[in-house]
């Protein structure tokens, strides 16, 4: 009798212990909340390649394959972005990746230690994003870039000596960009005219008013330009004045050209460190980044449209030459 209790006991103590333990290689449930502040290409094209960068790692990597990705847009709306900042800083939620200056700036003010990953933030340090122990990502502005736009401005157009250029002031970004615009164009003795929007509505106004008393028009890195980018296109190109942006992506809207960087292959690279912090890599392993080098593309059927030619000597400075038609 003794012998049979023992033996159940044995095992009874063998399926309590096998229950408890878990396997290996089982993936935990893990959040990642994406707060988008406004929906335009280059913001678009960063968040599709980090979606698609990790639905790839949720296939190839056991560990991710309960991941479960949460996504909203702000719409260009800075209180909304609080509110979303709020409900992503959750107990549940191990990541927040935020996608432009206003929402990264939203979710750094919460109080919160949940890492923030954030993408297409022009001046993270000036932002007050960092420093920070619980922030990294990826910048997309700096000097370089915008030395760089004017400086093939300066080459392409070696006559025009007035630039403008419009920028939404609550945009910390645009303020931080504005300055290196002003910075680089005096050094060429370019005089620049700047001009202020607050919603995309205002567009249309200012750009026929900037338009009538410059030689050009270049915006890099605004988001309320760029969420209109069309309606700044339809006065320029009635206008006859060209239209340099800083964002490769709205190319294909009709500016003559853009001095950007591609989101795209940015925000592969945000996947690649949003996959690291969700495997355990201690955030201070992941600094933050610079902006990768800029490219320079050219939109053929502006040029067509515009009457335009790219002085030979300074073809070699284009990395592309594209058509839509």
């Known amino acids: 009798m003794t012998r049979k209790i023992i033996v159940c006991l044995t095992f009874i103590y063998l399926a309590i212990v096998g229950c408890e333990r878990k396997p290996q290689n089982i993936a935990v449930i893990q959040n990642i909340v994406v707060i988008k502040f406004v929906t335009h290409p280059a913001l678009d094209e960063l968040e599709n ?5 990790l639905e790839s790692s949720k296939k190839s990597n056991p560990k991710l394959a309960n991941l479960n990705i949460e996504r909203y847009n702000a719409n260009g709306n800075p209180q909304r972005a609080k509110e979303l900042a709020e409900i992503a800083s959750r107990s549940d939620v ?36 960092i420093p920070s122990d619980r922030a990294t990502g990826i910048q997309n502005a700096g000097p370089s870039i915008i030395q760089k736009a004017i400086t093939v401005i ?7 000596r007035r630039i403008g250029t419009i920028y939404n002031p609550a945009e910390q970004n645009s303020v931080y960009v504005q300055k290196l615009i002003k910075q ?9 005219i700047q001009r202020t929007v607050t919603d995309p509505t205002q567009l249309s106004s200012m750009t026929e008013d900037l338009a009538s008393s410059v030689d050009l028009i270049y915006s890099a890195n605004d988001n309320t ?15 006859k004045k060209p239209f340099i942006i800083g964002d490769l992506s709205t190319l294909s809207k009709g500016p003559l050209m853009a001095v950007g960087l591609e989101y795209r292959s940015m ?24 902006p990768p080098d800029p490219k320079v593309w050219v939109n053929k059927d502006t040029l067509a449209a515009l009457g335009l030619t790219i002085p030979t000597e300074t073809s070699s400075i284009i990395d592309k030459f594209l058509t839509y038609k």
Request: glycine share 10%; net charge negative; with cysteine.
């Open 225 to 239: 330009v760029n969420a209109g980018v069309a309606t700044v296109v339809s006065v320029c190109n009635a206008k």
């Open 154 to 160: 300066h080459a392409f157009f070696p006559t025009v």
């Open 267 to 290: 925000g592969t690279q945000l996947g690649t460190m949003a996959e690291q912090i969700l495997l355990g890599k201690p955030l201070s392993e992941l600094p933050p980044q610079g």
């Open 94 to 129: 191990q990541l927040i990746v935020a996608i432009a200056t206003p929402a990264a700036q939203a979710v750094s003010r919460t109080p919160t230690r949940i890492p923030l990953l954030y993408g297409a933030v022009a001046n993270p340090e000036g932002a007050g994003i």
């Open 49 to 53: 390649g980090f979606l698609d960068y």
């Open 184 to 192: 680089f164009s005096d050094s060429l003795n370019l005089e620049l």
